[in-house]
């Protein structure tokens, strides 16, 4: 239990948990880092009888540790699609691109990232924009789509978000 006890693999654990209470609603890394550090000192809250990593005096100064350890452990769930990350902007319509379809579509084909760089001649900085969900350029997709055989529907989507019609 001690070699689990406030390691990343324990946050992530955690944050997957808060996402999975949260369901549809969009959730910052903030607000997953909040819960968790209200859920870990919930005697200090009321929430809880007791305190999961035990009493001490510097559980307020960890909240900023916590809250990089979340950043990380939501990173680390981005390029497996266990997360979607967009960025929030203030009004209008936001999209969200997802490349789940390519990472799916390389699974079937026993494709690893390594050979899809060798396939498209693409760069590793362009494979790490696609495992976080980040924009590349129309010309790294066209290469990828020639190499797979396919169809840029096959490789990624676009969700639609009204920001408006949100609860945040």
Known sequence: MSDIFNTLFEVLLRALLVLE?????????????TVD??????KGFDVSGENLHGDNNFKFSEFAVRRDTVKKAVKQL?????VTVGVK??????????????????LDKKMSKRELRDRTGISTASIAKLGKGE??????????????GCDITEIMELTREDETTEGE
Not at 37 to 42: D, K, M, N, P, R
Not at 78 to 82: E, K, S
């Open 37 to 42: 550090f209200i859920t870990v000192y919930g």
């Open 135 to 148: 924009n590349v350029t129309t010309d790294v997709l066209v290469r990828i789509c020639v190499a797979l």
């Open 78 to 82: 981005v390029p497996d699609g266990l």
């Open 89 to 106: 902007r203030k009004g209008g319509v936001q999209m969200i691109i997802s490349y789940n379809k390519l990472w799916h579509l390389m």
């Open 21 to 33: 209470a949260a369901g549809t609603q969009r959730i910052s890394t903030d607000m997953i880092a």
